[in-house]
């Protein structure tokens, strides 16, 4: 796995209820020519899923959110698009986004483990 850090621009952010019937989030990144996903991560299971672990009060939904708007510098989801950020990532996933000019990262599955759960 050859891991590559690069700049994209944010070309839109996506916050729905998929097929599977969670919560999920991606932020759709442009390299200049090639595009990639960034999220996928079960933000929040309703209550149909209670025998899962991540349904016990982890608020994985607004850590990922907030993460995202904080290392792209914006208050507002909706100001998402258009901003430019670092990826660390590979052929098939991207790992962590983080901030154009500051050493502030975000990985999910680090940040998803330290908060307890198994992302």
């Not at 621009?9 to 999920?24: C, F, R």
């Not at 079960?42 to 349904?55: C, K, M, N, T, V």
């Not at 430019?84 to 901030?99: D, F, L, N, P, W």
Request: net charge neutral; hydrophobic share 35%; glycine share 10%.
């Amino acid at each position: 796995m050859t891991i590559e850090t690069k700049n994209a621009v944010i070309k839109s952010a996506t916050i729905s209820n998929d097929d599977h019937g969670l919560l999920t989030s991606f932020l759709h990144l442009d390299y200049g020519g090639t595009c990639q996903g960034f999220g996928g991560y079960a933000l929040y299971l309703p209550r149909d899923f209670s025998h899962s672990e991540q349904s016990k009060q982890r608020n994985y939904a607004g850590h990922f959110i907030w993460r995202c708007m904080e290392v792209a510098g914006v208050g507002e989801w909706s100001k998402l698009p258009g901003k430019t950020i670092r990826v660390r990532c590979e052929h098939s996933k991207v790992h962590a986004i983080g901030h154009i000019v500051k050493d502030d990262w975000f990985n999910p599955t680090d940040d998803f483990k330290a908060m307890g759960g198994d992302q």
